[in-house]
């Protein structure tokens, strides 16, 4: 029986090739640097680009929010920067919201490999098709940085780039590296802890875990962990659970602090894995932590003897709201 029935793995493998592509596809699409916000509209795979944007622009002035919904928010107007994310560009609850965004005067911009989408905006940067949304990341993440950089919103470093490429240049390592924490976590429910700030790369290997493993797993944040959830590692039943520590050289201290003394707690009754984020740059830091959870989930899904491409449940669930 062939498990991998759909070739994810080598999908997996052109993650690099894809962000070195992708920055090339907004090429002569600018918007005005007068905005004030920036909204990103998407779902799942195609939403996740919203959340990396955050985090890579946490220190901008621009504050950047993702809208997983049918609306957009209220302060929306012609100095917001909207950009609808859909890779099929049919998907329901983004081509919502983009009509939302467009009735509220909004600057808007969408990311797509075609659909609907794409003949209802007028900028459109067109990405490579016949992907599963989230093995995409790479074409959706670096069009949209594309995109602000052409703009003169953010800017992107060639040595980030470059150092990024270089982290992600041995498969073999990561692989390896995947296929081992895989192993510790099998037969158990993930639950991954980050800081706040790294809290979309947890999520991402949360979404990762579900999607192509069809594994349930869970994502939190450190500190707000220590004010509610670690009170049930006293009375889990031992073995259910393992816990997944990414640890990211720019954590606050206290954060690191608090880290290390849960670990204690943690240990009782979990599996604990620590994580240590390569990287100098931010977007060398973050590249390998979703790079990496790219291995992990799709050996997970290995060991469940499950095609990790596949998605049967959400095509399913698309048919009925259909009917």
Known sequence: MVVDASNMHTVIKGFPEQCKRALGLAKGIIVSSEITSIVICGMGGSGISGDLLKMYMAKSKIPVFTVRDYVVPEFVDQYTLVVAISYSGNTEETLSAFADAKERGATLVAITSGGQLAGKCQKVIRVPGDLQPRAALGYLFFSLLGLLYNSSIIEVFNDDINEMLHILGDPKALEEKGEEIAKRLYGTIPVVYSSASFSAIAKRWQTQINENAKYAAFHSTFSEMNHNEINSFMHMEKGTFSSIILKDRKDHRAVKRRMSICKEVMEK???????????????????????????????????????????????????????
């Open 269 to 323: 009754k979990t599996e604990v894995i620590e994580i240590d984020i390569l990287g100098s740059s931010l977007l060398a830091r973050m590249m390998y932590a979703v790079h990496l959870a790219d291995y992990v989930s799709y050996h997970l899904a290995l060991r469940e003897r499950i095609d990790p491409t596949p998605v049967e449940v959400i095509e399913w669930l698309k048919k009925q709201l259909v009917e």
